[in-house]
């Protein structure tokens, strides 16, 4: 008899387990993909608008024909400085008697978009303005290895043959190791695989030229290994590609950032600088050290707001939704993460600078939550922080 009653409690707690099971399969279908019943699902409360707010709108604005060159920009920012720009990529160079400095060679830079067949190189470009006919580039500089930053060195190399190439060691390392295998994916027009350099550094270096003097640093992998702060003293201007954004939540995911700890570092080390001008690689307009300032602080608010998050003992029970698939599970469980932490910082009553950062930073709608993720997840398994 108590033998049949076993029996009998398993055949319908198996039953019951089955219905739970089935409804929970019926429960766990959201938007979000698999979540308990009752888990406090999280909805991203703020709706991308692609509206971009005044802080980031583009100086000089190439829609309204206040680019020097139509579809680019030269302008000197101070003694033989000049900045060129697309309007969404930015390199620098700086002219002596004794030739010209190149900081990065966007491949981008030159294309006309509206008529491709008027396209000219950068080295075309450099020599549109009447500043720099006669001097030869002699030294370029790589900030990092990525080829939408230097796709087009060699077509400086192929002009100036005797150009002096100068990057951090472990940039040179990385270029050396590539295939050549997705060459035909390169960015933008006239883009080829960049020329090793002829100069590494390991920590510092001073580039001179005549006059001119460039300070090159390298502090970690703020980016990426290798990138590097060029820091031109005399004009107080600051160099630092792919890491900080004037004007602008980063690019995705913290700037496809490598080690975040160094990246959030890097904001600290980019204001022990003596500078006035930021120029940040990308994007429509120069920064200052408002900016900076304003970047960093965005930044210390998706820190906190994504210990909160982590912290969040709602999001705990999502674990549990599935005991067979505990890696799935920890996926949702991240993103579910990163959206409290991107709810968090773009509601200004909440964060903690009180700061309405999509009425500041532009793609702060669409970019704050891929933020949110990356430091989380380095927050929990980092041991820097
Ligand atoms: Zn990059």
Redo the contacts with the bound molecule.
């Keep these: 008899m108590l033998k049949k009653c076993i029996k009998h409690v398993l055949i319908m707690s198996a039953a019951l387990m089955w219905v739970v099971a089935a409804e929970s399969v019926q429960a766990y279908r959201t938007d979000h993909g698999f979540l308990p019943p009752g888990a406090n699902v999280c909805e991203l409360h703020v709706p991308v608008t692609l509206e971009v707010p005044p802080n980031a709108k583009a100086i000089p604005d190439p829609f309204n024909g206040e680019f020097s060159h139509g579809f680019y920009h030269i302008e000197e920012i101070a003694d033989g400085l000049f900045y060129v720009t697309d309007g969404v990529y930015q390199s620098m160079f700086l002219l002596s008697a004794q030739g010209i400095i190149v900081v990065d060679a966007p491949p981008s830079i030159g294309v006309n978009q509206q008529d491709p067949t008027a396209s000219i190189s950068i080295v075309d470009v450099i020599y549109s303005i009447p500043e720099t006919q006669g001097l030869p580039i002699r030294k370029l500089i790589y900030?990092?290895?990525?080829l939408?930053?230097i796709g087009a060195a060699s077509i400086i190399q192929e002009a100036f043959p005797k150009v002096r190439i100068i990057a951090h060691r472990k940039t040179k390392e990385q270029l050396r190791s590539g295939t050549g295998e997705l060459e035909g994916l390169l960015p933008g027009a006239g883009s080829n695989p960049p020329p090793l350099p002829t100069r590494t550094f390991a920590k510092n270096k001073t580039v001179r030229l005549g006059e001119q003097v460039l300070h090159l640093s390298y502090k970690g992998a703020a980016?990426?290994p290798g990138?590097i702060f060029v820091y031109a003293p005399n004009q107080k201007v600051l160099m630092l590609?792919?890491v900080i954004f004037p004007g602008w939540s980063p690019f995705t995911n913290l700037?496809?950032v490598e080690e975040v700890p160094e990246y959030i570092e890097a904001y600290d080390e980019a204001l022990a600088y003596d500078f006035e001008t930021f120029i940040g690689?990308h994007f429509n307009r120069l920064g200052s050290r408002a900016d900076v300032i304003e970047g960093q602080r965005y930044i210390m608010d998706i820190k906190a707001n994504a210990l909160a998050a982590l912290q969040n003992p709602a999001l705990f029970q999502i674990f549990g939704a599935a005991p067979e698939n505990g890696l799935g599970a920890f996926s949702i469980y991240l993103d579910q993460m990163a959206c409290d932490c991107a709810n968090r910082t773009l509601d200004p009553n909440v964060t903690p600078s009180r700061t309405d950062w999509l009425s500041r930073l532009g793609t702060a709608d669409i970019n704050t939550l891929s933020h949110c993720w990356e430091m989380g997840e380095a927050m929990r398994i980092d041991p820097s922080f």
């Design positions: 900030s990092h290895t990525h939408d930053h980016h990426e990138n590609v792919d700037a496809i690689g």
